[in-house]
């Protein structure tokens, strides 16, 4: 079965130093890979997806993932983080054949210090 | 643009009773999902729908009932909750082209 899995429960950084949460994968073929944030108390936002062609994906708020095939991830960056950041980060894919199933890492919580 | 509205946003229940968390979206997408937030575990698919008429199960559905009478609807009913149902939930809609999923602001039970 196919899953995404984030080794990080927890990070904390300085404000303005960068950040990298990990995540992979494991699928057969090229997968769609997604990364979501939730803010305290809020619904999940997509911050950026890839589906294929370029390996490196902008997305909003600054971040940015690379797909690496032959490391099997789809690690999120920042090069400098603000103290909004702070929120828990999800890695998420759908299930191959059938988008209408999404299926979610376990999620990564940013702490961010001043 | 409302999105996806979820009601109620908090609930306490008793062990055995029933209720339904609502969920609907405006944004005509045919694809809808509710998920189950617990510590340490991420989200996890409860039962899901690819349009009116049509629903299927997750993860983890045990417990729960759903139905797709409108695009726009996707109730979620416990029947008879169990502690174990302690839980936040979510609905999303899924936006089939760009493969991107919009969520509801969550709801947050407490079966005691």
């Known amino acids: 079965a196919q899953s995404v899995t984030q080794p990080d429960i927890h990070i904390t950084v300085s404000e303005g130093a960068s950040l990298e949460l990990r995540c992979n994968y494991s699928?057969?073929?090229?997968?769609?890979l997604f990364w979501y944030v939730q803010s305290p108390g809020q619904g999940l936002q997509l911050l950026l997806k890839?589906?294929?062609?370029?390996?490196l994906v902008q997305g909003i708020k600054g971040f940015e993932a690379e797909f690496k095939r032959s490391q099997s991830s789809f690690n999120l960056r920042k090069p400098s983080v603000h103290w909004s950041d702070a929120a828990e980060y999800f890695c998420?894919?759908?299930?191959?054949?059938?988008?209408?199933?999404?299926?979610f890492g376990t999620g990564t919580k940013l702490q961010v210090i001043p | 643009n409302a999105g996806v509205t979820q009601t109620p946003k908090f609930q306490v229940l008793k062990t055995g009773q029933s209720m339904t968390l609502q969920c609907a979206q405006d944004?005509?997408?045919?694809?809808m999902s509710w998920y189950r937030q617990d510590p340490g575990m991420g989200l996890r698919l409860i039962h899901y729908?690819?349009?009116?008429?049509?629903?299927d199960q997750g993860e983890v559905p045990n417990g729960y009932n759903v139905s797709r009478s409108t695009t726009e609807d996707f109730p979620l009913r416990l029947l008879s909750a169990a502690p174990s149902q302690t839980s936040v939930y979510f609905c999303?809609?899924?936006?089939?082209?760009?493969?991107?999923?919009?969520f509801g602001q969550g709801t947050r039970l407490t079966v005691v």
């Open positions: 729908s690819v349009g009116a008429g049509i629903t």
């Open positions: 699928y057969g073929a090229t997968p769609y």
């Open positions: 890839y589906f294929s062609g370029d390996t």
């Open positions: 944004m005509n997408h045919e694809y």
């Open positions: 999303a809609s899924l936006d089939s082209g760009a493969v991107e999923a919009f």
């Open positions: 998420a894919a759908p299930y191959p054949g059938g988008y209408q199933k999404v299926t």
